[in-house]
């Protein structure tokens, strides 16, 4: 049985190899593999948990490159397509000096884009725990509908549901199509990891994040990440929990999220056992650990090549 399954984009990032510079100005690049989800998926695994991807590259070297990455790691990768219509999605990523990012995408259309709900391996989804997926591939038909298609089958079919709505702005038309195409997802999810910028645009016009319970019913976790400053974690029950997280020499951020998600999953499956009690989690523990896997995330260059494994994490932790 599979624990997490991941669906959305894979791609290949270009990551400056200077910080402080533009994607223009950079003297070269080092070829890192990324993509939310599947950062996500990889981090799952390097975590100790079994992880599965879906999704859609190039049928070309890139994208062949992707899947023997994703292999490396022991993933699932059986629900991976391959089109011959377009080819796997490219990102040039430059950094600022405190390895902030900027991303130049290319993707008109890739892949990814093109993924249909028959592309869709539920059978993957049924044989997991939990189904994590984002917001980039809800951005354009048909990857749109079949995302939605896969979080609807997760639904009906009693999993857990992650959502991480990953802002990037340049990739939709205006913010507002951002904050409503974002909102969607969070229609499904049990758990939200967002950010203080992402808020930001996905909140409405007075509204609160709390208010996020009463108009998502199924929604049980909010994580609230600060970026250096650690995250807090909000409860349907009223639990409210905080860590103000590492301190890192931060090389590159690319990632550092990401890893933070597959800690929380990994730790609320751990707590959880075979239940989905979300008011059991002690979520200092949880936050310790999520944020510990996230910080080491920025300590070196690209998304999954930084990510750490589950001993690295309880080392790192122990001497922190």
């Not at 593999?33 to 991807?53: D, E, S, T, W």
């Not at 967002?194 to 996020?212: F, M, P």
């Not at 056992?273 to 059991?280: H, Q």
């Not at 310790?288 to 494994?309: D, K």
Request: net charge negative; with cysteine.
């Amino acid at each position: 049985m599979l624990d997490v399954v991941c669906m959305g984009e894979l791609l290949i990032d270009f990551v400056a190899l200077e910080s402080g510079v533009t994607v223009g100005e950079a003297s070269g690049f080092e070829k890192a593999p990324g993509g939310a989800p599947a950062n996500v998926a990889v981090a799952i695994q390097r975590l100790g948990k079994q992880g599965a991807f879906l999704g859609q590259v190039g049928d070309d070297p890139f994208g062949h490159y992707l899947a023997d990455v994703l292999k490396a790691d022991g993933l699932n990768i059986d629900g991976l397509r391959f089109s011959t219509k377009a080819r796997t999605m490219l990102a040039f990523v430059s950094l600022r000096a405190d390895g902030e990012r900027s991303f130049n995408f290319y993707r008109h259309p890739s892949a990814d884009m093109l993924m249909t709900p028959d592309d869709v391996a539920t059978d993957m989804i049924d044989a997991a725990r939990v189904f994590h997926f984002g917001s980039i591939t809800m951005i354009t038909s048909p990857a749109k509908e079949a995302t939605l298609a896969a979080a609807q089958h997760a639904k009906e079919n009693g999993k857990i549901i992650t959502y991480d709505p990953n802002l990037r702005l340049a990739l939709w038309t205006d913010a507002e199509a951002a904050r409503d195409g974002m909102r969607i997802g969070l229609e499904y999810a049990h758990v939200v990891k967002v950010s203080d910028e992402e808020v930001d645009t996905i909140l409405k016009r007075g509204e609160k994040l709390h208010d996020w319970f009463d108009t998502f019913q199924q929604l049980q976790l909010i994580l609230l990440t600060h970026g250096r400053n650690g995250a807090t974690a909000y409860t349907r029950g009223g639990k409210e929990s905080n860590h103000s997280g590492y301190q890192v020499q931060s090389v590159d951020t690319t990632g550092a999220g990401d890893s933070f998600v597959a800690g929380v999953i990994v730790n609320l499956l751990e707590q959880m056992g075979d239940g989905a009690d979300f008011e059991a989690v002690d979520y200092d523990k949880l936050l310790l650990f999520a944020n510990a896997a996230g910080a080491m995330a920025t300590i070196g260059r690209g998304a999954i090549p930084s990510l750490p494994t589950r001993q690295q994490v309880h080392d790192f932790i122990t001497t922190s």
